[in-house]
């Protein structure tokens, strides 16, 4: 589709470089190449017709702004040779084995999440945009000429990796709508900055290690709160920097939430698929936390796939991993993986499994050690699949206590999740018609996802 003006950034861009119209098309062949696009095809005609005001699919204006930026020896945007922002979105589902254009890539995504930019908050979760990163977890990467400014420390790293713990804290007891945009804020204004700086080897595997934890916490807190779209880019962008940190098993925690949120979104095939290559890459190390997980995860997927003995066989490896985790000796990340959600997350697999009697009593040991540690969003979920439980028992009775107590649970806290288990539990009690029961829930159910 045509312009209605010459792109003229795109031809003074050109001018300045001194690269004839051949070479930049020669250029842009083989960045496509490297950023693994081997399917896009560029000439100089091709070159002439953009400039005249053609506009190129993404991401060739990603690849035009990284060609022009290496020619150059600065950053060159999308905006500067006339494109605005085209594909921010998308920019952040790519794996690119740049690290330079990792950090870019990451901190464009913070921004627009900042400013709570239309184009990301309609970004569609794409199905398979898992299947690159997963498979390229381990590839070489390209350096960045460092911007100006003082060379970062490890006591700069120790500074974001203790704002970690009080921004997971934020989520797992009130929810990943209460904090997300302050975490955004804090990881655009400080943390991916500091990326762009000069470092040591040894600062710069800290630093990507700390930058991946929390780049994984803003989309975990995305997921939770029904932001998949703009979640799943930014655990992409978490699973590359993961890379870089060298840092296998938060490598593995990140394919875990990816696998997490395939499975949950109705493609337990690829949930089962990342859950597995998180295992893969665990093969060199150890995070027992972070393999029960893994188990757990797969255990779902398998759930939803229909496979009720390999589920059940995969909740008893996640069983087995657990007991042999030792408290202080798990990364901070693992805080979250404990009895409550593990029981909690294996309450749902043998409800999909259709086993009443093994789902209530794994959410009944998720729900008390969840009301110990005040954890309103486990417990609710927790509630939620125990409420399930009875309605597979035909005990309308017993699920319409649960479901209240979910109702409670869930009115405490920002998430998604837990207005979409109560959703989920008054769909299931609508099976029993007219009952008061079921009709007295659908109206508190309806006025929860109201205020919410």
Not at 426 to 445: I, K, N, P, V
Request: proline share 3%; net charge positive; aromatic share 6%.
């Amino acid at each position: 589709m045509k312009t209605k003006a010459p792109n003229d950034k795109l031809a003074d861009c050109l001018a300045r470089s001194g690269l004839s119209r051949k070479e930049l098309a020669r250029r842009v062949q083989a960045k496509a190449v490297e950023w693994r696009q081997h399917h896009i095809s560029t000439d100089a005609s091709r070159i002439r017709d953009w400039i005249a005001g053609g506009t190129p699919r993404w991401p060739v204006p990603e690849i035009l702004a990284d060609v022009f930026s290496e020619h150059f020896g600065r950053r060159v945007t999308t905006y500067d040779i006339g494109y605005g922002d085209c594909a921010g979105a998308d920019r952040a589902l790519v794996y690119n084995p740049s690290y330079a254009a990792t950090v870019e890539a990451v901190a464009d995504l913070g921004r627009a999440d900042v400013d709570r930019r239309k184009l990301l908050a309609t970004a569609p979760f794409a199905a398979v945009a898992g299947m690159g990163p997963s498979r390229d977890w381990l590839l070489n990467t390209l350096d960045q000429e460092p911007e100006p400014g003082p060379r970062v420390r490890l006591e700069d790293v120790t500074a974001v990796k203790n704002m970690f713990a009080t921004f997971q804290r934020m989520d797992i007891f009130q929810g990943g709508g209460s904090g997300r945009m302050a975490l955004a804020q804090y990881m655009t204004a400080h943390v991916y900055p500091l990326l762009r700086r000069a470092y040591s080897d040894e600062v710069r595997r800290a630093l990507c290690e700390a930058a991946a934890e929390q780049t994984y916490l803003l989309g975990w807190m995305a997921y939770d709160n029904g932001e998949h779209g703009t979640a799943q880019r930014y655990l992409i962008q978490a699973l590359r920097l993961a890379e870089e940190s060298r840092n296998a098993a938060l490598g593995a925690h990140v394919l875990a939430g990816m696998a997490d949120q395939a499975t949950l979104l109705g493609n337990p095939a690829e949930g089962r698929r990342l859950a597995q290559a998180g295992r893969q890459g665990l093969a060199r190390t150890r995070s027992a936390a972070c393999l029960a997980d893994l188990w757990c995860l797969e255990a779902r997927a398998l759930a939803r796939l229909g496979d009720k003995a390999a589920a059940a066989t995969a909740v008893a490896k996640s069983e087995k991993e657990f007991e042999k985790v030792r408290p202080g000796t798990e990364q901070a990340w693992a805080e979250f993986i404990d009895a409550a959600y593990l029981h909690g997350e294996h309450a749902h697999t043998f409800r999909d499994s259709g086993d009443p009697f093994s789902a209530a009593e794994h959410a009944h040991r998720s729900i008390e050690q969840a009301k110990k540690q005040n954890r309103a969003r486990r417990g609710a979920m927790s509630q939620a699949a125990l409420a399930v439980s009875h309605l597979q028992r035909r005990d309308l009775d017993s699920a319409y206590q649960a479901g209240l107590r979910t109702l409670s649970l869930a009115g405490r806290v920002q998430s998604s999740r837990a207005v979409e288990a109560v959703q989920d539990l008054d769909r299931r009690m609508s099976r029993f018609g007219r009952h008061r029961l079921a009709a007295d829930f659908s109206e508190r159910a309806r006025e929860l996802v109201k205020a919410a």
